[in-house]
């Protein structure tokens, strides 16, 4: 191993390498090597050509991440779970044809790094069928100038399967916490592990160059052996990286309590306002289950702990997130990925195996498109390729899905209170469309294969049948044909609507700690 200086990374990356970058958004990202490598595109136009490899997004959707490689000539191909947070000049890039783009499930992608590294022919998985990923849609390719197929679609013991073969990995770039003189790596400070010792194993195995940026380095003797989690016979190269560009999060330079140094009193959570995002977290909330294992998607969803919590039931929640976070309280926004309290942190890549293998119980997720057939999308709208990150894995396996979401988008406004519901502004964007855009779930796969899924938004509840989609609550004071068929591209099943509990738009509630204490009680 040796130590060189931000300046010389350039140096060890050859035009047209395949690199595989480790980190999710700005958490576990080694941002100053991208700094960089882009530092010496922009002086000498080397290195060029490049394909990158990743499991999340990489970015900040600012300054960060990706933006460094979204000059032209620099990137020939990009590959990841998700370009959500890789910037305007990537994510225009992508929509323009300028590079190739392949968006693949991040539990895959994860998965796929250990494939490598033991020299396996490739991932072989059933994540991904029937969605866009599926050859016979999209095959994971993004725009008109991807026309490769890596991914393909095989039969094996008389089934079908996806299949991604193994790509040639010629440099690792990955981050951790602190470096020996030896090269071994911990990730302390880390709030996930992801797949940083997959990915080095991986370059490894093609005889490749691992670059690793670190907070410090340390006498060689002094890690103790099970701290270290990329041991110094994989590390080239170590790098040690400014603060401002070692960030813990998007938003969070450190915070002790997210690498589980140490525990917050949280006590109740700030309770939400009542309005329409807290009358469907509140309706959302009445499927879940005491001491179910339950994974929560950003935005809406992640008001249900507050709700759980203002009804005196937070303790009987088991939250878990893809990256590989199990137990307290999921953080949002800039820290997602990370939690307050974690009772475990493993590699993200177990925690999919988990996830895959049907570990959920139950996933709450964002609603965005769906169809007549509970298709839904949160891939792809109006030809912006934001990607699907863990959303395939998990709506692949979970046993039960609640997909929450305004009934329509843009400008809505409602007004909540008094046990009714009244629309005031719809909103400018259908959600309920006769066909969506992007297939990210499969609804009709499901139904068959009798997953329950469940659809809940402000002023209606919906329920997946092997017939196609079927209302089955609306919101009190809310008209039926005017405030929700009319506003659908399609006719949904209409046999025995109930009315939502009036409970929901009150200023107090109670009704979930009622439905829990019957669920125990039967």
């Known amino acids: 191993m040796k130590i060189i200086s931000a300046d010389e990374v350039g140096k060890h990356i050859p035009d047209g390498a395949t690199i595989f970058l480790g980190g999710l958004a700005m958490t576990g990202l080694p941002e100053e090597l991208l700094i960089a490598i882009e530092r010496s595109f922009l002086a000498t136009a080397h290195p060029a050509g490049l394909t990158t490899w990743a499991c999340?997004?990489?970015?900040?959707?600012?300054?960060?991440?990706?933006?460094?490689?979204?000059?032209?000539?620099?990137?020939?191909?990009?590959?990841?779970?998700?370009?959500?947070?890789?910037?305007?000049?990537?994510?225009?890039?992508?929509?323009?044809?300028?590079?190739?783009?392949?968006?693949?499930?991040?539990?895959?992608?994860?998965?796929?790094?250990?494939?490598?590294?033991?020299?396996?022919?490739?991932?072989?998985?059933?994540?991904?069928?029937g969605t866009f990923v599926d050859p016979r849609q999209e095959g994971g390719k993004m725009n008109s100038r991807t026309t490769e197929d890596l991914v393909k679609l095989v039969e094996f013991g008389g089934e079908e399967w996806l299949h991604y073969p193994p790509p040639k990995i010629d440099v690792a770039l990955?981050?951790?916490?602190?470096?020996?003189?030896?090269?071994?790596?911990?990730?302390?400070?880390?709030?996930?592990?992801?797949?940083?010792?997959?990915?080095?194993?991986?370059?490894?195995?093609?005889?490749?160059?691992?670059?690793?940026?670190v907070e410090r380095v340390v006498k060689a003797g002094s890690l103790h052996p099970k701290s270290v989690k990329v041991p110094g016979m994989l590390v080239d190269y170590v790098v040690v990286g400014k603060p401002e560009h070692h960030m813990q999060s998007i938003s969070t330079p450190f915070d002790p309590v997210f690498s589980g140094d140490i525990r917050l009193p949280l006590g109740a959570l700030e309770p939400m306002p009542l309005d329409e995002r807290k009358v469907i977290a509140r309706r959302a909330a009445l499927e879940?289950?005491?001491?179910?294992?339950?994974?929560?998607?950003?935005?809406?969803?992640?008001?249900?702990?507050?709700?759980?919590?203002?009804?005196?039931?937070?303790?009987?929640?088991?939250?878990?997130?893809?990256?590989?976070?199990?137990?307290g309280v999921p953080a949002q926004l800039g820290d997602f990925g990370l939690a307050y309290n974690a009772e475990s942190i493993i590699e993200q890549s177990a925690q999919f195996d988990f996830y895959d293998g049907g570990g959920l119980d139950a996933s709450f997720l964002g609603l965005a498109q769906t169809d007549i057939?509970?298709?839904?999308?949160?891939?792809?709208?109006?030809?912006?390729?934001?990607?699907?990150?863990?959303?395939?894995?998990?709506?692949?396996?979970?046993?039960?899905?609640?997909?929450?979401?305004?009934?329509?988008?843009?400008?809505?406004?409602?007004?909540v209170g008094g046990g009714r519901l009244a629309i005031r502004k719809e909103g400018r964007s259908r959600k309920f469309i006769e066909r969506v855009e992007q297939i990210t779930f499969n609804g009709h796969d499901a139904a068959l294969r009798r997953q329950e899924v469940v659809f809940v938004t402000e002023r209606a509840v919906f329920r997946l049948r092997e017939e196609g989609l079927e209302l089955v609550e609306v919101a009190p004071g809310v008209d039926l044909q005017a405030d929700v068929l009319a506003h659908m591209e399609f006719a949904p099943i209409v046999r025995d609507v109930r009315t939502m509990d009036p409970g929901l738009f009150e200023t107090r509630w109670g009704g979930l700690a009622q439905a829990h204490r019957a669920a125990a009680a039967a």
Not at 66 to 91: D, L, N, S, W
Not at 302 to 322: K, Q, R
Request: net charge positive.
């Open 56 to 129: 999340g997004a990489i970015g900040n959707s600012g300054d960060g991440g990706m933006v460094h490689f979204a000059h032209p000539g620099m990137i020939r191909r990009v590959v990841a779970g998700h370009f959500g947070q890789t910037g305007k000049e990537m994510m225009r890039m992508v929509m323009d044809g300028e590079v190739e783009a392949y968006n693949f499930p991040q539990g895959s992608l994860s998965h796929l790094t250990r494939q490598i590294a033991n020299r396996s022919p490739g991932l072989l998985t059933k994540v991904g069928l």
């Open 174 to 213: 990955i981050r951790g916490t602190l470096a020996d003189e030896k090269g071994n790596i911990t990730l302390d400070k880390e709030g996930v592990l992801l797949e940083q010792l997959a990915i080095a194993q991986a370059a490894k195995r093609w005889g490749g160059v691992v670059i690793v940026q």
């Open 373 to 415: 057939h509970g298709n839904v999308n949160v891939s792809k709208f109006n030809g912006r390729p934001v990607g699907c990150g863990g959303f395939i894995n998990i709506t692949r396996s979970a046993r039960k899905l609640v997909f929450c979401g305004t009934f329509t988008a843009g400008g809505l406004e409602v007004e």
């Open 288 to 327: 879940l289950r005491p001491g179910a294992v339950t994974n929560l998607g950003i935005g809406i969803p992640a008001g249900i702990p507050s709700v759980a919590a203002e009804e005196g039931v937070a303790e009987l929640l088991s939250l878990s997130i893809e990256s590989g976070v199990n137990g």
